[in-house]
């Protein structure tokens, strides 16, 4: 399935900014990073879970928070990007 992930972690306090700098190294495990605070790819529902299981345990559920967005199928989804786009894949190796 395509997964977007985004994230929104306080950093009013040191355990904040060790909180997003440990939620971004588990993101970037598993999907692509594309802006600050947003990830994007193809995961399986196992990965899906495996990944929310994860990021629970690295949270604070009463200051932080994590949306994911899912769908069938990236050709589902239009994205129109303004601006830069920090994140060109090439198909050249």
């Not at 790819?41 to 196992?46: C, N, R, S």
């Amino acid at each position: 399935m395509y997964v977007i992930l985004v994230y929104d972690i306080s950093i009013k306090d040191h355990i904040g900014s060790r909180t997003m700098r440990n939620v971004f190294k588990k993101c970037k495990e598993y999907l692509n990073h594309i802006q600050n605070s947003v990830f994007e790819g193809e995961l399986t529902e196992g990965q899906v879970m495996e990944l929310k299981y994860e990021l629970k345990d690295l949270i604070r559920e009463d200051k932080d928070s994590i949306i994911f967005f899912t769908s069938k199928e990236e050709k589902w989804l239009n994205k129109d990007i303004l601006g830069l786009n920090k994140n060109e894949f090439s198909n050249l190796l």
